[in-house]
């Protein structure tokens, strides 16, 4: 059973900054793609950002491209998702998950983070 454990979220103003982290608690992490997903009030819970096991690829979505960075550390059985520039619109839960298969879909992840707040002021 694999455990994920996000953490980072706070309260910034827009034009900010925060890293979120997400650490697992065992060795398969290396060999699964993980993704952060974001779910804001009354919304349904949206991609955010993923990266393949190797490190090497990542998808983001078209709403956070530039702005957002996903890595992972394999060693630290970590991943990361730094947030710049952030706008009010980022405010949402944001929740960390590991794939059964690399993608953008909500199905494509079978462990999930139990979620972190971020909260931009304008």
């Known amino acids: 059973q694999l455990q994920l454990a996000d953490s980072g979220g706070g309260l910034v103003q827009a034009g900010g900054s925060l890293i979120l982290s997400c650490a697992t608690s065992?060795?398969?992490?290396?060999?699964?793609?993980m993704g952060w997903f974001r779910q804001a009030p009354w919304k349904e819970r949206e991609f955010v950002a993923t990266i393949s096991a190797s490190g090497r690829l990542s998808n983001y979505a078209a709403s956070v491209k530039g702005r957002f960075t996903i890595s992972r550390d394999n060693a630290k059985n970590t991943v990361y998702l730094q947030l710049n520039s952030l706008k009010p619109e980022d405010t949402a839960v944001y929740y960390c998950a590991a794939a059964t298969r690399w993608g953008t879909n909500l199905e494509d992840y079978d462990y999930w983070g139990q979620g972190t707040q971020v909260t931009v002021s304008s």
């Open positions: 065992e060795g398969t992490f290396s060999g699964r793609g």
